[in-house]
């Protein structure tokens, strides 16, 4: 089965504050608040370019990050992404 | 109601009315020297009734009422008139305040800047706010610190202190029995006696002080302090607040802010001189 590809929360739909090596999320259509670790904040941001599947995303994320291994990037992201499905933070496409 | 009474705490306006003349008398006392303003509408209701017009007489037995009710609270009997009417105060802000981000913590002031107590039943915020209120600090409040959304600032709620069992003897050590109220021995959360904070900080309650410090203090064991991270800080605050989820971004923008500016530090301390010592520390080194 192909990796799904993602969509990023409208533009405006989160607030994103970071607290130190934390972040904290407003979702304006949950009205819900979200703490979250790295790299979520930066998943969240390298899907605002449009939507992809992992493996696009940890290309997108290589020029920022030090990912070693495309390959395991991609296995990890995807996790990433299921967790940030489950806060309804992204949706699959 | 045939007794009524109206306080002002902070920026909340009560009317409390009662079905006996007891507790209303033991709040016009302890809320004498409070500012009036007769003309203001009430922010919030608090009744105490009897169930049954004849338990007015026989046995009676005090239910707490008002805009929000709470369905299984237990009537308590009228000798414990006060407390009910602070167990009411207490929830109708909880449930009802909605114009400022409201946390369950203490807090005192000094120089325009405040120290911010947050800490469940037991972790001793109510006695070091007593305490310190007594020692050059200006007590803003004992159980709800109020943050203003848009300023950021902390306003006081300096409601008469519940000082509980060991507290009790602390604070008459060092107050004239013109500022308690009247023993309530053996109520449900043991034994609780008022403390009239000083005039000075009754008259300031409206002014709004800019926090400085966080502290999440807890009774017993070893004296420590831990710096903790904003993340951690904003956890245990929306936690400790009542209305962070009613207020939506408003609260999240405020409370967000709070912790980002705020140095904050987990304090354990044996005893109230240990915690009390703990606190004047920390300011010292607190940003100014």
Redesign the interface.
Known sequence: MADPAYRAAGEGML?I?P????A?I?D?RS?Q?H?VTQPMPEILAALAAGPCDAAGLAARLADSFDLDGEGDAAAILTERLQELTAMGLVEPV | MRHSIRIAVGPVQFRIGSDWAGPVAALGHLYAGYPQDDTRPADATVRLYANRPWRRWLRPSVHIGGDYIVPDALPLPLSMGLLAAEMGMNLQVALGWRRHLLLHASAVARDDRSVILSGASGSGKSTLAALLGESGWRLMGDEFTLIDPASGDALAFPRAVSLKNEAIAEVEARVGPARLGPLLAGTPKGDIRHLIPRADAVAAMHEPVRPALLLFPQFGGAPAIERI???EA??RL?EASTN??AL??AG??AL?RL??ETPAFTIAYPDSATGMSLVEQLWALAPR
């Open positions: 607030r504050e607290l130190g090596e934390l904290a407003f304006r009205q608040t703490l | 991270g904003q993340g904003f956890v929306t962070y989820i939506g971004e999240f923008a967000t912790v980002r």
